[in-house]
């Protein structure tokens, strides 16, 4: 089967590999319809954050179940599925205290990072990881669970409330999740803030935003000017404590590299809460009955589709250019997707 495989750094090549086989007696295959591409495929892609060598990439997925083990008592053969790519044990120190977003086992268990992904045709699971997509879903919208659980952790650990004044910084795929989670939570109002002139005018061009949300090209921090502010893009911490008001909440999820000055004074002397969150920790559930229920509007944000052939296309149209080896902000999709 083809596969988009990670080398190194910028070497991203289409391959032929072999397709995986029901061994034990829990486990499903997968036919990969539709993956998403995500931020931390073009990070591994661009070296900024680290894979293993001939691993297939990407983790965002779902598809129709083709074969299945002998213990498999969720799901038939021909069933349209969602995938959870986020392995946890169950019997870790980390799982059995509930952060099996942090399982101990993850750094050789994660799909498109440690083990073979989805930019491929068929995946092996088990049924633990596998739910339910509705027949009138389309598979690009049921590849969304696994960010959308990811925002929604994150929402869940910053206890919204309606009345927030909100900022998003990034107006990329997960800053506009964070848009649509939190309306879900009766944030009303917000901004989002966004550099890329071109992800501006799709933003527009969709008509994402709802009234009284509105996108912006430039955080410009004033003094209690916001109650929660969400970082997407993990390089904007310091502005952040200069915007949040007294008794703020400021939520980092950005998984960029780089060093930052706080005062940790501030952080006590004005109640401010800074709260990191990564992967999904028991609301994958809740992402896919979000978008089983198609009230999301994910169809605005998903604006382009590629085959497994375009990958290089689809990638450059993200900002990330394998010719010249360089991210940017070239920008001519929000959300795009391989469909296979």
């Not at 599925?81 to 268990?109: E, Q």
């Not at 989670?181 to 109002?189: M, N, R, V, Y």
Request: net charge negative; charged share 25%.
């Amino acid at each position: 089967m083809k596969a988009i495989v990670y080398n190194n750094p910028w070497d991203i090549r289409i391959e032929e590999k072999e397709e995986p086989a029901i061994i034990l007696p829990d486990e499903v295959i997968v036919e990969i319809r539709a993956t998403g591409i995500c931020g931390t495929d073009l990070s591994i892609i661009s070296g900024e954050y680290l894979a293993r060598q001939q691993v297939i990439i990407g983790h965002e997925s779902a598809g129709v179940i083709v074969d299945k083990g002998s213990g498999v008592d969720n799901c038939n053969l021909g069933d349209r599925v969602i995938i959870d790519p986020t392995y946890y044990c169950g019997y870790c120190d980390n799982c059995r205290k509930g952060l099996r977003n942090h399982c101990l086992l993850k750094a050789t268990t994660e799909a498109g990072v440690s083990i073979d992904g989805t930019f491929t045709k068929y995946f092996k699971t088990t049924q633990r990881f596998i739910y339910p997509l509705q027949d009138d879903i389309p598979f690009e919208q049921g590849a969304m669970s696994e960010p959308l659980s990811c925002v929604l952790t994150a929402v869940k650990k910053l206890a919204v409330t309606p009345f927030m004044r909100t900022a998003i910084l990034g107006g990329g795929p997960i800053g506009l999740l964070f848009y649509m989670a939190l309306t879900q939570h009766g944030i009303q109002q917000g901004v989002i803030y966004e550099t890329s002139k071109d992800r501006i005018r799709l933003i527009e061009e969709n008509n994402v935003l709802s009234k009284g949300w509105k996108v912006e090209p430039a955080f410009t921090p004033q003094k209690n000017q916001y109650d929660l502010i969400i970082d997407t893009t993990g390089s904007l911490l310091e502005k952040s404590m200069q915007a949040i008001a007294d008794g703020g909440k400021i939520s980092l999820m950005g998984l960029r590299n780089n060093q930052q000055t706080i005062n940790p004074r501030e952080i006590a002397d004005r109640s401010i809460s800074i709260i990191g969150s990564i992967d999904s920790q028991d609301t994958f559930k809740h992402a896919v009955d979000l978008i089983n229920s198609g009230r999301m509007g994910l169809e605005k944000i998903i604006t382009n589709e590629y085959s497994l052939n375009d990958f290089s296309a689809a990638i450059k149209d993200l900002g990330c250019d394998l010719d010249i080896k360089q991210r940017n902000n070239n920008i001519s999709s929000l959300k795009s997707v391989i469909v296979i």
